[in-house]
């Protein structure tokens, strides 16, 4: 061989840092740079895939976001790089609208969407029950979901959840849900 490479594989051995869980986040479009430190956060958590959702409530500019996306890759390649993780996980390049990341989710093991009026089922008994490996998690912009966006989530099988007495930030809640679900 002239022209190439060739190589032998002497051993092969799993990756210890991958989650068993899959999860993918739905992220409502935050203000400012906090998707930026969203990203970080949960790829150091072990996030499978983050994509960012447009939603009602949402109040960023759709454009400035897409110009951002190449630099979001980055932030996410450099988080994993940090935390040991075996693989870089997925950055949506693409906003999805909330109906179109709802019908996205149908296609894994089940889902969950933090909702400030759920008072009955939380993460505990959500993973108690669940049987599968992938999990979607939908995370609300700012002024939260509208109550049209959470009646379409119920509608195609995604559980609403508590995460408990107090309302966390758009920043907060993402990372909040990822570690209890990798935890339980």
């Known amino acids: 061989l002239t022209d190439g490479v060739q190589l ?38 072990g996030v499978e895939r983050i994509v960012a959702v447009s939603t009602e409530r949402a109040i960023v500019k759709l454009d400035k976001r897409k110009a951002k996306a190449g630099a979001l890759a980055e932030n996410a390649e450099a988080a994993a790089k940090q935390s040991g993780r075996g693989k870089i996980p997925e950055i949506g390049g693409q906003v999805l609208k909330f109906k179109d990341a709802v019908a996205e989710a149908k296609r894994l093991d089940g889902a969950i969407i933090p909702y400030e009026r759920e008072e009955k089922t939380g993460l505990r008994e959500f993973v108690k029950d669940f049987k599968g490996e992938s999990i979607g ?25 508590t995460l408990g007495k107090r309302i966390l930030r758009t920043e907060t809640a993402g990372m909040t849900t990822t570690a209890i679900l990798l935890y339980e």
């Open 8 to 45: 032998e594989i002497l051993s092969k051995a799993p990756c210890e840092t991958e989650p068993k869980t899959k999860i993918t986040l739905y992220q409502g479009l935050p203000k400012a740079d906090k998707m930026e430190l969203i990203i970080q956060k949960c790829v150091e958590l």
């Open 137 to 161: 998690v939908f995370i609300g912009p700012e002024g939260g979901f509208a109550e049209e966006e959470i009646a379409l989530a119920k509608e195609n099988g995604i559980t609403p959840i």
